[in-house]
Antibody, heavy 120, light 108 residues
Framework: EVQLVQSGVEMKKPGESLKISCQTS????????IGWVRQMPGKGLEWMAMIFPGDSDTRYSPSFRGQVTISADKSLNTAYLQWNSLKASDTAMYYC?????????????WGQGTLVIVSS | EIVMTQSPATLSVSPGETATLSCRASQSITNNLAWYQQKTGQAPRLLIY???TRATGIPTRFSGSGSGSEFTLTISSLQSDDFAVYYCQQYNRWPPYSFGQGTKLEIK
């Protein structure tokens, strides 16, 4: 059974750094793209970035390039999303999701989401 | 960037009836279109991919159609569990694989 389990709620201050995780199981982690999706409070879904854990190839949305960093650890079957300096506008739910097959495919399995709250 | 536009923003339908949701792409995406359902407090769930193929375990009352730039999600015999927000997503050209803004399907 494919599962994506995300790290818990984070409460941070502006300017702080953060790294959230998405631990996967039930499939060959290195062989499928995995991505991150943002959902701001009361808003829709925004595609942020994807990574292919097999060779760490990454793709970023222009809206998020330079704002976040996506990474993966094949030994832990885990993907990460990190910020160097959080802003209040980063407050959102963040979902990781596995890509169905190749890079040009939808997300077929999703994590439960990590809520990030950035407030002074 | 390909812009995805969904309509209507909110759709009110009675249980047992049929709901028709629309999604338009700003340029052709052939059939690289997915539909997701998101219930309050939950992660999205893949319903349809390839514009018309149901994902594993999705009931047959959910159907997708369209190609190019115009797509439709039809939900027949609406059940109480179907009232949620629905998003379309194109995965034809990245980055990003953009989502529509969502259609909220509510009980009439």
């Amino acid at each position: 059974e494919v599962q994506l389990v995300q790290s818990g709620v984070e409460m941070k201050k502006p300017g702080e750094s953060l790294k959230i995780s998405c631990q996967t199981s039930g499939y060959r982690f290195a062989s499928y793209w995995i991505g991150w999706v943002r959902q701001m409070p009361g808003k829709g879904l925004e595609w942020m970035a994807m990574i292919f854990p097999g060779d760490s190839d990454t793709r970023y949305s222009p809206s998020f390039r330079g704002q976040v960093t996506i990474s993966a650890d094949k030994s832990l079957n885990t993907a990460y999303l990190q910020w160097n300096s959080l802003k209040a506008s980063d407050t959102a739910m963040y979902y990781c999701a596995k890509v169905q097959e190749g890079y040009s495919d939808p997300f077929d399995f999703w994590g439960q989401g990590t809520l990030v709250i950035v407030s002074s | 960037e390909i812009v995805m536009t969904q309509s209507p923003a909110t759709l009110s339908v009675s249980p047992g009836e049929t709901a028709t949701l629309s999604c338009r792409a700003s340029q052709s995406i052939t059939n690289n279109l997915a539909w997701y359902q998101q219930k309050t407090g939950q992660a999205p769930r893949l319903l349809i991919y390839g514009a018309s193929t149901r994902a594993t375990g999705i009931p047959t009352r959910f159907s997708g159609s369209g190609s190019g730039s115009e797509f439709t999600l039809t939900i027949s015999s609406l059940q109480s569990d179907d009232f949620a927000v629905y998003y379309c997503q194109q995965y034809n050209r990245w980055p990003p694989y953009s989502f529509g803004q969502g259609t909220k399907l509510e009980i009439k």
